[in-house]
Protein backbone atom coordinates (compact mmCIF):
# COMPACT_ATOMS: atom_id res chain seq x y z
CA UNK A 1 0.00 0.00 0.00
CA UNK A 2 1.12 3.11 -0.73
CA UNK A 3 2.44 5.24 2.21
CA UNK A 4 0.64 8.08 3.99
CA UNK A 5 2.27 11.72 3.40
CA UNK A 6 3.35 13.31 6.61
CA UNK A 7 1.37 16.11 7.53
CA UNK A 8 3.94 18.69 8.54
CA UNK A 9 0.83 21.82 8.71
CA UNK A 10 -0.15 19.56 11.41
CA UNK A 11 2.42 20.34 13.67
CA UNK A 12 3.96 23.65 12.57
CA UNK A 13 1.68 25.51 10.53
CA UNK A 14 4.40 28.68 10.34
CA UNK A 15 6.13 26.86 7.56
CA UNK A 16 5.79 28.15 4.14
CA UNK A 17 9.09 26.29 2.56
CA UNK A 18 10.49 22.83 3.28
CA UNK A 19 12.75 20.11 1.28
CA UNK A 20 10.94 17.31 0.79
CA UNK A 21 11.23 13.93 -1.68
CA UNK A 22 9.00 13.00 -4.36
CA UNK A 23 6.44 9.68 -3.93
CA UNK A 24 4.77 9.65 -7.55
CA UNK A 25 3.99 12.39 -9.72
CA UNK A 26 0.65 11.12 -12.45
CA UNK A 27 -1.26 12.73 -14.73
CA UNK A 28 -4.90 12.81 -13.65
CA UNK A 29 -5.59 10.47 -15.96
CA UNK A 30 -3.65 7.50 -14.47
CA UNK A 31 -4.80 8.37 -11.16
CA UNK A 32 -7.99 6.04 -9.62
CA UNK A 33 -11.36 7.08 -9.73
CA UNK A 34 -11.40 7.68 -6.36
CA UNK A 35 -8.38 10.28 -6.86
CA UNK A 36 -10.00 11.51 -9.61
CA UNK A 37 -12.93 12.12 -7.87
CA UNK A 38 -10.97 14.39 -5.52
CA UNK A 39 -10.94 17.31 -8.52
CA UNK A 40 -13.63 18.74 -10.63
CA UNK A 41 -13.36 19.16 -14.37
CA UNK A 42 -9.31 18.55 -14.41
CA UNK A 43 -7.90 19.55 -17.68
CA UNK A 44 -5.30 17.24 -19.54
CA UNK A 45 -2.42 19.42 -18.07
CA UNK A 46 -3.35 18.78 -14.61
CA UNK A 47 -1.00 16.46 -12.90
CA UNK A 48 -1.15 14.85 -9.12
CA UNK A 49 1.95 14.48 -6.89
CA UNK A 50 2.20 13.01 -3.76
CA UNK A 51 5.52 13.83 -1.43
CA UNK A 52 6.98 12.46 1.75
CA UNK A 53 5.61 15.17 3.94
CA UNK A 54 3.73 18.50 3.05
CA UNK A 55 3.43 21.65 4.45
CA UNK A 56 0.40 22.24 1.99
CA UNK A 57 -2.75 22.47 3.59
CA UNK A 58 -5.78 19.98 1.60
CA UNK A 59 -9.23 20.69 1.80
CA UNK A 60 -10.86 19.83 4.84
CA UNK A 61 -12.76 20.91 8.16
CA UNK A 62 -14.60 23.56 6.20
CA UNK A 63 -10.95 24.94 5.58
CA UNK A 64 -10.15 25.83 1.93
CA UNK A 65 -7.17 24.47 0.13
CA UNK A 66 -3.63 25.93 0.30
CA UNK A 67 -1.86 26.74 -3.05
CA UNK A 68 1.78 27.19 -3.50
CA UNK A 69 4.86 25.34 -6.18
CA UNK A 70 6.96 22.91 -6.10
CA UNK A 71 10.29 23.51 -7.51
CA UNK A 72 13.86 21.58 -7.98
CA UNK A 73 16.40 22.75 -4.98
CA UNK A 74 17.77 26.30 -6.10
CA UNK A 75 15.85 26.59 -9.42
CA UNK A 76 12.47 28.34 -10.46
CA UNK A 77 9.14 26.67 -9.24
CA UNK A 78 8.17 24.22 -12.23
CA UNK A 79 4.91 23.27 -10.60
CA UNK A 80 2.14 25.37 -9.46
CA UNK A 81 -0.32 23.36 -7.07
CA UNK A 82 -3.88 24.76 -7.75
CA UNK A 83 -5.89 22.62 -4.89
CA UNK A 84 -4.43 19.82 -2.07
CA UNK A 85 -6.59 17.14 -1.28
CA UNK A 86 -6.69 14.26 1.23
CA UNK A 87 -7.53 10.30 0.29
CA UNK A 88 -9.28 8.34 2.63
CA UNK A 89 -5.80 6.04 3.18
CA UNK A 90 -3.98 9.40 3.84
CA UNK A 91 -1.79 10.35 1.03
CA UNK A 92 -2.24 13.88 -0.08
CA UNK A 93 -2.68 14.96 -3.83
CA UNK A 94 -1.20 18.03 -4.72
CA UNK A 95 -2.93 19.05 -8.50
CA UNK A 96 -1.30 21.27 -10.39
CA UNK A 97 0.63 22.47 -13.84
CA UNK A 98 3.66 22.17 -14.88
CA UNK A 99 5.04 25.31 -15.79
CA UNK A 100 6.85 25.32 -19.05
CA UNK A 101 8.21 21.49 -20.37
CA UNK A 102 6.17 19.25 -19.32
CA UNK A 103 8.59 17.00 -17.37
CA UNK A 104 7.02 15.14 -14.29
CA UNK A 105 8.75 14.82 -11.53
CA UNK A 106 10.58 11.20 -10.53
CA UNK A 107 10.55 9.33 -7.39
CA UNK A 108 13.07 10.33 -4.79
CA UNK A 109 13.45 13.45 -6.32
CA UNK A 110 14.68 16.07 -3.72
CA UNK A 111 12.04 19.09 -4.58
CA UNK A 112 10.93 22.21 -2.30
CA UNK A 113 7.57 22.73 -1.69
CA UNK A 114 6.41 26.81 -1.03
CA UNK A 115 2.89 27.83 -0.02
CA UNK A 116 1.18 31.07 -1.02
CA UNK A 117 1.86 32.79 2.26
CA UNK A 118 -0.44 35.94 2.79
CA UNK A 119 -3.59 33.79 1.19
CA UNK A 120 -2.56 30.83 4.13
CA UNK A 121 -2.56 33.54 6.18
CA UNK A 122 -6.44 34.44 5.55
CA UNK A 123 -7.48 31.22 5.92
CA UNK A 124 -6.02 30.59 9.08
CA UNK A 125 -7.18 34.40 10.34
CA UNK A 126 -10.48 33.18 9.09
CA UNK A 127 -10.68 29.46 10.45
CA UNK A 128 -9.29 30.78 13.71
CA UNK A 129 -12.22 33.76 13.66
CA UNK A 130 -14.38 30.20 13.21
CA UNK A 131 -13.48 28.81 16.51
CA UNK A 132 -13.49 32.19 18.62
CA UNK A 133 -17.35 32.88 16.84
CA UNK A 134 -17.81 29.10 18.30
CA UNK A 135 -16.19 30.01 21.45
CA UNK A 136 -18.40 33.38 22.54
CA UNK A 137 -21.57 31.25 21.56
CA UNK A 138 -21.06 28.58 23.81
CA UNK A 139 -20.05 31.29 26.39
CA UNK A 140 -23.43 32.84 25.55
CA UNK A 141 -25.61 29.72 24.52
CA UNK A 142 -24.13 26.92 26.15
CA UNK A 143 -27.60 24.59 25.21
CA UNK A 144 -26.72 25.60 21.71
CA UNK A 145 -25.79 22.88 20.01
CA UNK A 146 -23.16 23.18 16.80
CA UNK A 147 -23.90 21.20 14.00
CA UNK A 148 -21.56 22.93 11.33
CA UNK A 149 -18.31 25.52 10.73
CA UNK A 150 -17.63 26.71 7.01
CA UNK A 151 -14.30 28.77 7.00
CA UNK A 152 -14.35 29.79 3.47
CA UNK A 153 -13.83 33.41 2.06
CA UNK A 154 -17.37 35.12 1.91
CA UNK A 155 -19.21 31.90 3.19
CA UNK A 156 -17.67 31.77 6.61
CA UNK A 157 -20.47 30.95 9.35
CA UNK A 158 -21.05 28.74 12.28
CA UNK A 159 -24.38 26.68 12.40
CA UNK A 160 -26.46 25.82 15.73
CA UNK A 161 -29.48 23.78 16.82
CA UNK A 162 -32.70 26.18 17.61
CA UNK A 163 -32.94 29.89 16.91
CA UNK A 164 -31.19 33.10 17.05
CA UNK A 165 -32.34 36.58 15.59
CA UNK A 166 -30.61 39.52 14.80
CA UNK A 167 -31.61 41.18 17.96
CA UNK A 168 -28.61 39.26 19.68
CA UNK A 169 -26.22 39.80 16.85
CA UNK A 170 -24.33 42.61 19.17
CA UNK A 171 -24.39 40.35 21.68
CA UNK A 172 -22.32 38.30 19.96
CA UNK A 173 -20.51 40.90 18.45
CA UNK A 174 -19.96 42.58 21.85
CA UNK A 175 -18.40 38.91 22.98
CA UNK A 176 -16.70 38.13 19.84
CA UNK A 177 -14.91 41.68 20.27
CA UNK A 178 -13.73 40.75 24.02
CA UNK A 179 -11.85 37.21 23.10
CA UNK A 180 -10.08 38.90 19.87
CA UNK A 181 -9.00 41.92 22.51
CA UNK A 182 -7.80 39.69 25.21
CA UNK A 183 -5.52 38.16 22.79
CA UNK A 184 -5.98 34.36 24.60
CA UNK A 185 -3.97 31.91 22.86
CA UNK A 186 -4.65 29.35 20.49
CA UNK A 187 -3.57 26.08 22.44
CA UNK A 188 -3.19 22.81 20.00
CA UNK A 189 -2.89 19.06 22.04
CA UNK A 190 -3.16 15.89 21.17
CA UNK A 191 -5.01 13.88 23.33
CA UNK A 192 -4.74 9.72 22.92
CA UNK A 193 -8.49 9.19 23.07
CA UNK A 194 -11.16 10.94 21.51
CA UNK A 195 -14.03 9.85 23.33
CA UNK A 196 -14.52 11.59 26.25
CA UNK A 197 -15.15 14.94 23.88
CA UNK A 198 -18.28 14.34 23.78
CA UNK A 199 -20.62 14.99 20.90
CA UNK A 200 -17.98 16.56 19.37
CA UNK A 201 -17.02 14.02 16.49
CA UNK A 202 -13.99 13.08 17.43
CA UNK A 203 -14.82 9.13 18.41
CA UNK A 204 -12.15 7.66 16.26
CA UNK A 205 -8.89 5.83 16.72
CA UNK A 206 -5.74 7.30 17.55
CA UNK A 207 -4.56 10.45 18.40
CA UNK A 208 -6.95 13.25 18.22
CA UNK A 209 -5.90 16.63 17.45
CA UNK A 210 -7.42 19.30 19.39
CA UNK A 211 -7.75 23.23 19.16
CA UNK A 212 -8.45 25.22 22.16
CA UNK A 213 -8.87 28.94 22.90
CA UNK A 214 -7.09 30.03 25.75
CA UNK A 215 -8.04 26.97 27.37
CA UNK A 216 -11.70 27.68 27.75
CA UNK A 217 -13.06 24.95 25.00
CA UNK A 218 -11.90 21.92 23.16
CA UNK A 219 -12.50 21.33 19.70
CA UNK A 220 -11.12 18.38 17.44
CA UNK A 221 -9.53 20.15 14.74
CA UNK A 222 -6.95 19.20 11.70
CA UNK A 223 -7.05 23.03 10.36
CA UNK A 224 -4.32 25.74 10.50
CA UNK A 225 -4.86 29.07 13.14
CA UNK A 226 -3.10 31.98 13.98
CA UNK A 227 -0.92 31.96 17.71
CA UNK A 228 -3.16 34.65 19.28
CA UNK A 229 -6.73 35.36 18.94
CA UNK A 230 -5.71 39.20 18.36
CA UNK A 231 -3.88 38.02 15.35
CA UNK A 232 -7.31 37.56 13.41
CA UNK A 233 -8.02 41.10 13.42
CA UNK A 234 -11.38 42.26 13.93
CA UNK A 235 -13.81 39.92 13.19
CA UNK A 236 -17.50 41.17 12.11
CA UNK A 237 -20.14 39.27 12.58
CA UNK A 238 -22.33 39.66 9.28
CA UNK A 239 -25.59 38.78 9.57
CA UNK A 240 -27.90 36.04 11.37
CA UNK A 241 -30.15 33.68 9.30
CA UNK A 242 -32.49 30.87 10.15
CA UNK A 243 -33.22 28.04 8.07
CA UNK A 244 -35.47 24.45 9.55
CA UNK A 245 -34.46 25.31 12.90
CA UNK A 246 -30.72 25.58 12.60
CA UNK A 247 -29.70 29.16 12.82
CA UNK A 248 -26.34 30.62 11.08
CA UNK A 249 -23.61 33.16 12.80
CA UNK A 250 -22.04 34.45 9.05
CA UNK A 251 -18.41 36.01 9.64
CA UNK A 252 -15.52 37.71 8.36
CA UNK A 253 -12.30 38.61 9.15
CA UNK A 254 -10.14 41.33 7.23
CA UNK A 255 -8.34 40.27 4.34
CA UNK A 256 -5.45 41.65 5.12
CA UNK A 257 -4.30 43.19 8.84
ZN1 LIG B 1 -9.28 24.75 14.13
Known amino acids: MAPSTEAVYLHDASLRTLTTEI ?3 KPVSSLSEDEKSLIKNADLEISAITM ?3 ILYPQ ?3 QPSDTGSISLIDKEPTFTVSLVRKTEDGRILH ?3 SVGPDALFAEGQSVVQQVDGAKRDYHSRL ?3 GHIVGLAMQLLFPEMKKVKANHFPKEA ?5 GLLYNEQKPLIQAKVNELVQQDLPVLISWVEDGSDLNGRGALREGPVRVASIGGLDQNPCGGTHVPTTSLT ?6 KIS ?3 GISRVSYEVPLEV
Open 127 to 129: HTG
Open 60 to 62: GGG
Open 242 to 244: RQK
Open 157 to 161: CMEYE
Open 233 to 238: GPITIR
Open 95 to 97: FGK
Open 23 to 25: VSH
Open 52 to 54: RQT
